[in-house]
């Protein structure tokens, strides 16, 4: 009886430690807000690109242990990914809010064409787009950021495509040609916009892309 009453309490204790490195190894977990970190790694990869930015600067930039880093994202490209998905959710979110607005095509478009311009020439960085970065940089040699590039690309496209068919439809937008293939033009445009900010922050050069665009719609 004795030995099963140690035996009884050993597995308690045992059973206290295991729950005691649970708790503990939850706790850790909550020591950084991870969303707050993958903002920082967003900011970061846009800033210097995925080759040049090391583990070191994401360790410095993300203001958590190497350890911690690992074992929350996996490595250097996994929390890439996810930056880049955040980043497309919120910037084609914003897009696709103002293209699926009530407003007349040209007025959509015009104000979705300034909204990003205005974002570019807010940036002091001269950072660019971050997915449009990643396509030139990382996706013809990555499949996965290629995937995420594309069908960010398709939703964009299909969603000027909506806006330019209703206008056409409505007469408002007086072009009759493919309204597939005005759309592909617009959003090359509007990818045209975000390399054009990393090398010049003239804000008439920007206008005159907008109202030359625009009037393709005619």
């Not at 140690?6 to 430690?17: G, I, T, V």
């Not at 880093?69 to 880049?84: E, N, P, Q, S, V």
Request: aromatic letters at 8%.
């Amino acid at each position: 009886m004795a030995v099963f009453a140690n035996y009884k309490n050993l597995s308690k204790l045992n059973s206290f430690a295991v729950t005691s490195k649970a708790i503990f190894v939850m706790a850790r977990t909550k020591d950084f807000d991870e969303a707050e970190v993958l903002k920082k790694a967003v900011n970061l990869f846009w800033l210097k690109g995925y080759n040049a930015t090391s583990m070191q600067d994401l360790v410095d930039g993300l203001g958590i242990s190497r350890s911690s880093l690992y074992d929350t994202y996996g490595d250097k490209h996994a929390l890439f990914i996810k930056a880049l998905e955040s980043y497309e959710s919120t910037n084609s979110g914003q897009m696709c809010k103002i293209i699926g607005s009530d407003k007349p095509a040209k007025e959509t478009i015009r104000k979705l064409l300034e909204m990003i311009v205005d974002g570019l020439l807010d940036d002091q960085a001269h950072r660019g787009c971050f997915m449009v970065n990643a396509e030139v940089e990382v996706a013809p040699h990555d499949a996965e950021v290629n995937r995420i590039i594309c069908a960010a690309d398709q939703q964009v496209e299909e969603a000027f495509y909506q806006v330019i068919k209703k206008g056409q439809e409505n007469t408002e937008v007086k072009n009759n040609g493919d309204a597939r293939a005005l759309a592909r033009f617009v959003f090359n445009t509007v990818k045209g916009l975000r390399v054009t900010a990393k090398s010049t922050n003239d804000k008439a050069v920007f206008e005159d892309i907008i109202t030359t665009t625009l009037s393709l719609l005619d």
